[in-house]
Structure formats: structure tokens, C-alpha cells
């Protein structure tokens, strides 16, 4: 902060201007009283500056408005923070539907592997069981042509046949 005093410190000069006999004798004694002057105002630049210190920090209006500027500044930062712990939280859960989607998604298709092993577990006990029928029950049929016969049904067509050959290997003995 630079400060022009409206002072004159002319007072302090050392030597009197009139007094010099020449032109370079002037401009000696002009310099010497500048660089006296110059501590002077230095001096005094230095005593204003204190002073609107010293009055900024006592002033009651200045004080109010640094602590509504760091008020404010406080408020913002923790919005800021609290912005992004939001958005740590969002990931985070985020982060957790996915993993449960995936263990889901995981458990699912197990349990599909599953219950497709069981059915084809079934289907080949059933196509066991309409071979032995027809094994017991019948000489003239080929096995390989029956073979292909039961690999060729549906899942329910094929229970349907094991059941029909079930009944009529009971009740007639022979196919």
C-alpha cells in the first residue's frame, strides 16, 4: 500500500537552497535535502500504514466480514466434502448391487446347470429303464434303432413312451 503524505518535510532539510552560489552546487544541496526527506516520509509512509492496520483489525464491520467470508468458505468446502462422500457412497453401493447382481446371476445359472444335469440324469434313467422293458419284454427289437428312437423323443414324449411300455410289459408280459 503506498501512501502520498500531503506533509512536507521540508523542515528537516540540512541545507537552504538560496545559500548555494551555482547551478551544480543547487542540484548538490537538492539531492542531499531529497535523501533527507526520504527517511522522513518513509518514516511516516510507514506510521500511516500501521495505523490503517491497526484500524482494520479493531474495525467491527472488517472483522464481521472476514468471518462471513470464512463462514462462507467453510460452508463451500464442506459442501465439497460432503459432495463427495456422497458420491464415494453412491460407487460404493453401486459397487454392491453389481457384485450381488453378479453373485445372483452366478447362483442362477448354477442352479440352471443344475437342474439340467437332473433332467438329463432323468431322461437317461427313463431311456434305461424302456431299454430294460423292451430288453425283457421283446427279442425281435433292435437296440440300436431303439437307441436312436429314445434319443430322438422329447423329454415328455419320452414319458409318455416309458409309461405306455410300463403298462403293457405289465399287463401283457410280451411287447
Not at 537552504?16 to 531529497?34: G, K, L, M
Request: charged letters at 50%.
Amino acid at each position: 500500500m503506498n501512501f502520498d503524505s500531503w506533509r512536507d518535510f521540508s523542515q528537516h532539510d540540512e541545507y537552504d537552497v538560496a545559500d548555494a552560489s551555482c547551478r551544480e552546487e543547487r542540484r548538490w544541496v537538492e539531492r542531499q535535502n531529497q535523501r533527507i526527506r526520504r527517511k522522513y516520509e518513509t518514516a511516516e509512509a510507514s506510521r500511516v500504514r500501521k495505523l490503517v492496520e491497526s484500524a482494520m483489525q479493531l474495525d467491527p464491520r472488517l472483522l464481521r466480514e472476514k468471518e462471513d467470508e470464512r463462514r462462507v468458505k467453510e460452508l463451500q468446502q464442506k459442501e465439497k466434502e460432503d459432495k463427495r462422500k456422497q458420491k464415494l457412497e453412491e460407487e460404493e453401493a453401486e459397487r454392491r448391487r453389481k457384485a450381488a447382481e453378479e453373485i445372483e446371476a452366478s447362483k442362477r445359472k448354477e442352479e440352471e446347470k443344475q437342474r439340467e444335469k437332473e433332467e438329463r440324469e432323468r431322461l437317461k434313467k427313463i431311456r434305461h429303464t424302456v431299454r430294460n422293458i423292451f430288453k425283457e419284454s421283446c427279442d425281435t427289437v433292435d437296440q440300436e434303432t431303439l437307441k436312436k428312437l429314445l434319443l430322438e423323443l422329447t423329454a415328455p414324449q419320452l414319458e409318455k413312451f416309458a409309461t405306455k411300455a410300463e403298462s403293457l410289459a405289465q399287463d401283457g408280459g410280451k411287447l
